[in-house]
């Protein structure tokens, strides 16, 4: 995880081991003069205008980075790599797609570990004020989290633009003034958490039983995660296993099948149970009764 050698630190005043580090366009900007001795910019902007400036950054090589006191804050769109990005404060490794934001004064120390791409926005409090933000005082840091509408708009403004082309400018201004009016307000999956968004999308799912009770695989295709990584997510963020989840649904379903005229046969195709006595066994451990004997006692 932790590379021998040197770290490379940058302050306010751009100073890195006695040496200033000369950029035209960013250097008055902390993150990105500091990216800009490790990393290569694909592409720049220092026009768009509601922000200070916005680099798409690419870089395949080991080793650290910190950013001290910087002077602005940062949204960081993991948009290639990643997964050998170390956060030293989350003590957590990056990912695909991964979001960060950065508020201004925040220190943050990385250890860097082969490929990464990501788009970098950086912004000020002042450009907040202006958006009407709600949090002026200062954004709320986030280290690792995924939303997906950001994230779709941090590719078309990294792919589907071009940033030196004034026929695409108004569009990339409207673009940067949504992402950062819906940083306000989004609901974001953390690197510990799963949102709430995304849990009830998965209990949906769930919920669909007669297209068949999804197996952990299919879940995790719908949250963009590994089946490993999304139980995981699960049971931190709601105290219970996609198992548990997924049997309580299929048994509140049951009974309320109970209640009418079905047979158990029919009951547990419907409820996404592979045969009637695995729907038996399932109700028994559930409920410390067999359905036939729910039934009786609480058939109307």
Known sequence: MTRKGHIDTYDNDGNRDGTKYRNTDFNDLTVARALGR??????????????????????????????????????????????????????????????CLLPQGMDTRWEHNGYVKNLHVYFTDNDLFELNWQHVHSPTPIIYARNTLLHSVGRALAYELDWLDATDQVTIDHLTLALLSHLSVADMSTAGKLSSGLIKQLDERMRALDEGAPSVKTLAAIANLSPRHLSRLYKESTNTTLMQRQRLIQIEKSKAMLQEADSLLDIAKACGFSSQSHFSRAFRQGTGVTPLVWRRIHRI
């Open 38 to 99: 490790v990393s290569k910019p694909v592409k720049q902007s220092g026009v768009v205008s509601s922000i200070k400036g916005m680099v798409l950054w690419e870089r395949n090589s080991d080793g650290p980075v910190n950013y001290v006191s910087p002077n602005h804050h940062t949204l960081s769109l993991y948009l290639g790599g990643g997964s050998g990005t170390w956060s030293c404060e989350k003590k957590a490794w990056g990912f695909a797609d991964a979001i």
